[in-house]
């Protein structure tokens, strides 16, 4: 569904810079506190008190009064240019260990790189750049932790506790995967699946029916997997988007399916994309108004995207409170809160379907939770 994130080469010394300057300025602010009690004398020194020179004696030192040095203000001046640099050189070689450390033993990308200096942050690409999003802690955190995530030999991945899966295998399908044998798709251990129903034109706006949906549909659930349906949207109206979800309510009430409606919201390239001309606050309101449809008809909402959809074309923080189905291709799941389920693959071959599949880990706590 989500072409995966490319890593882009970028210039590994910018964030390094930023990161110094910050840096070496703290090294300063320290030296300067570290000389307490400073004042300026008549004569444009600086004082700095309770410190011995070499003109004092030791009953002078030894008396209940400070004694001041006077040093002038070129002295000041150079040794705070002192510490400015040598803060600066400390930080650089630091800076300079750790990204050399990294870069040695893993080869890591740009994204790689950002990601470990800046663990506060979420940091994705999009637009030629990227983007660093505060860590909220006041959402549920991703409480999965990678060691537990294991890949069989034929691409399957679980999560894993206590050496028992926590999750189930799913997959996403549409027109694109042509007929599937969804009997030899069951045996292979396959346990949910996404169907689409149907897309709307990103230029004409039309809505197209999924030609597969029907029997897509029929051979999950005849197969005793748990089926939830999604639309691909192009709706730039909330108009639009009650179509667009009554397509999917429809199939859910038709078929009586057990899984959960999603609404796929993607970047597209194409100049001619309706929503590329939403700004972020109109394609979330939209996205919302499609869960709130949902849930107010009895079933799961569920809103697919990647870092860059989630967080740049919508607002996160106000859709936080629907489960997440996120489209991330890597062995590792990065992303910084709980999420219902991680589509980690478009690549997938599955026995039953002669195309590749995308395919996902849906975590059965969250199912089971969802389900109780």
Not at 155 to 182: F, M, N, P
Not at 261 to 266: G, K, L, Q, R, S
Request: hydrophobic share 35%; with cysteine; net charge negative.
């Amino acid at each position: 569904m989500k072409e995966p994130e490319k890593k882009r080469k970028k210039n590994p010394l910018i964030p390094v810079l930023i990161l110094l300057s910050a840096c070496t300025l703290c090294m300063v602010m320290l030296c300067i506190l570290l000389t307490l009690k400073t004042f300026k004398t008549e004569d444009g020194g600086f004082s700095f008190w309770n410190k011995k020179s070499e003109e004092t004696t030791e009953d002078e030192f030894a008396s209940d009064e400070p004694v001041p040095i006077v040093y002038t203000e070129e002295e000041v001046n150079y040794m705070v240019g002192e510490a400015w640099v040598q803060g600066g050189a400390d930080k650089e070689a630091e800076i300079k260990s750790i990204i050399r450390a990294e870069a040695e033993s893993n080869a890591p990308s740009m994204a790689a790189l950002l990601r470990k200096m800046f663990t506060e942050c979420f940091v994705y690409p999009g637009d030629g750049r990227f983007y660093f999003v505060d860590i909220n802690t006041q959402y549920p955190l991703n409480p999965y932790v990678r060691e537990n995530f294991v890949t069989e030999d034929n691409g399957y991945r679980y999560y894993t506790e206590g050496g028992e899966k926590q999750s189930l295998l799913c997959i996403d399908v549409s027109a694109h995967q042509g007929a599937i044998d969804w009997p030899k798709v069951a045996e292979s251990g396959v346990k949910a699946t996404m169907i689409r129903t149907g897309y709307r034109g990103y230029g004409s706006g039309k809505m197209v029916e999924d030609e597969y949906v029907d029997g897509n549909i029929q051979g999950a659930m005849a197969n005793g997997m748990i089926t939830g349906l999604y639309f691909f949207s192009q709706a730039v109206t909330a108009e639009e988007i009650d179509e667009e979800a009554e397509v999917l309510l429809n199939y859910a009430r038709t078929y009586n399916t057990n899984g959960p409606i999603a609404i796929d919201v993607e970047k597209l390239d194409a100049d001619t994309a309706r929503q590329n001309g939403l700004s972020s606050e109109e394609r979330t309101a939209l996205v919302k108004h499609f869960c709130e449809k949902v849930k107010e008809a009895g079933y799961e909402p569920v809103i697919y995207g990647n870092g860059y959809s989630l967080f740049t074309m919508m607002n996160y923080d106000e859709l936080s409170a629907y489960p997440i189905w996120y489209a991330y291709y890597s062995d590792n799941l990065y992303f910084p809160y709980e999420t219902f389920m991680w589509q980690y693959s478009s690549s997938g071959k599955v026995p039953g379907i002669n195309a590749d599949v995308d395919l996902n880990v849906m975590f059965k706590n969250i199912v089971e939770n969802s389900a109780g």
